[in-house]
């Protein structure tokens, strides 16, 4: 039975998501690279923000107007790294003119209001706690699909230019688990653009 | 056959222990859940990444508390990494230690600092020891022919 969302998976073709991840820890990378396979995607996994970059042809080596070579469809970043943070890492990639449209989700062990809203201010697509769960994966990656898929061309660059996102609001909203933020256990939180609409 | 199912019965009391004694928390189930055919040593591989992890943290860590002048924030990332890695792979002890040792650094507290590294190194001793034994039990029933059930 040919449903809209096994339409939207043939769409992409035989292609499947391919998820750039970063992270300094070698333990995390190794969760994150299993998790995001068994969640069908190509991965690649870098040690490091400036190693991104390189992976992605934005070190500032070469132009990257006409850069053809890797298509990413999300990247995965960790918060705290040395060198160059996941938020520098983020701002760099919103910075690109060529890369600014890919999802960026941010990861960290920390729950800090101030640095949630300051991913999602510069443009981070979410924020998740760790550790990072495979229904955590499971659901952002399937949102990247749905909206990679739905005209062919990435709906999120829309919406975000729009700065309206209900949408966004309400593909969040029916998946997200409200959560008390001051519970000791920290789930997985699901910090979305929303908090961001709202600011502005 | 008595042989197997007893081994299984060992293996998966034990596997309980773990948990209900606080040395692994649902992370570590959420990693075995990863584990299947076409990667049948994924646990073993990450938690292998995580004593190699461990090894050099708390290495630097005695290192970074004999120095005559102490580095706190050197010594905050140190244990920030750790924490990190512990809790990634669901090592529910030594993660929580980490978090008294991380406010210990914070406050620059010297004695705090000392004791949190005894009890970190503790912590990790044990569940390393256990985890090593829960594997080698894997071995075990799988050697004799089971199969290890998650």
């Keep these: ?200 | 056959m008595d042989g197997i199912v007893q081994l299984q019965r060992q293996l998966v009391d034990y596997n309980a222990s773990l948990f209900h004694e606080g040395f692994l928390d649902d992370q570590f189930n959420q990693l075995q859940q990863l584990q299947d055919e076409s990667n049948p040593d994924f646990v073993v591989e990450v938690v292998t990444l995580f004593f190699e992890d461990a090894d050099r943290l708390l290495n630097e860590l005695t290192k970074a508390l004999g120095q005559p002048s102490i580095d706190f924030k050197r010594l905050d990332a140190h244990v920030h990494q750790l924490k990190g890695s512990s809790s990634s792979i669901g090592a529910q002890r030594v993660h929580r230690v980490c978090i008294s040792f991380r406010n210990s650094c914070e406050e620059q507290n010297v004695e705090g600092c000392l004791k949190n590294l005894q009890q970190v190194k503790h912590e990790y001793s044990l569940v390393k020891s256990k985890l090593e034994t829960l594997f080698r039990m894997e071995q075990q029933v799988l050697a004799a022919g089971g199969s290890v059930s998650r």
């Design chain 1, 1 to 200: 039975m040919a449903a809209a969302g096994n339409l939207l998976s043939t769409e992409m073709g035989a292609g499947k998501l391919h998820v750039l991840a970063v992270d300094d820890s070698h333990v995390d990378r190794k969760v994150i690279e299993r998790l995001l396979k068994i969640s069908s995607c190509k991965v690649t996994v870098v040690e490091s923000g400036s190693r991104a970059l390189q992976y992605l042809g934005l070190d500032g080596d070469k132009s990257s107007i006409g850069f053809d070579g890797v298509k990413v469809n999300l990247i995965m970043t960790d918060y705290s790294m040395p060198g160059m943070t996941g938020y520098e890492l983020l701002k760099r990639i919103k910075e690109s003119s060529v890369f600014r449209e890919i999802p960026v989700v941010v990861m960290s062990s920390e729950n800090i209001l101030t640095r949630i809203d300051s991913c999602l201010e510069e443009g981070a697509e979410e924020f998740l706690l760790k550790p990072v769960k495979l229904s955590d994966v499971k659901r952002v990656t399937d949102f990247i699909m749905r909206g990679e898929g739905k005209n062919g061309t990435r709906s999120l660059k829309r919406s975000r230019s729009d700065d309206c996102t209900p949408s966004l609001t309400a593909a969040f909203t029916s998946v997200s688990h409200p959560r008390d933020l001051s519970s000791s256990p920290p789930p997985s939180i699901f910090h979305s653009k929303k908090s961001r609409s709202s600011i502005d």
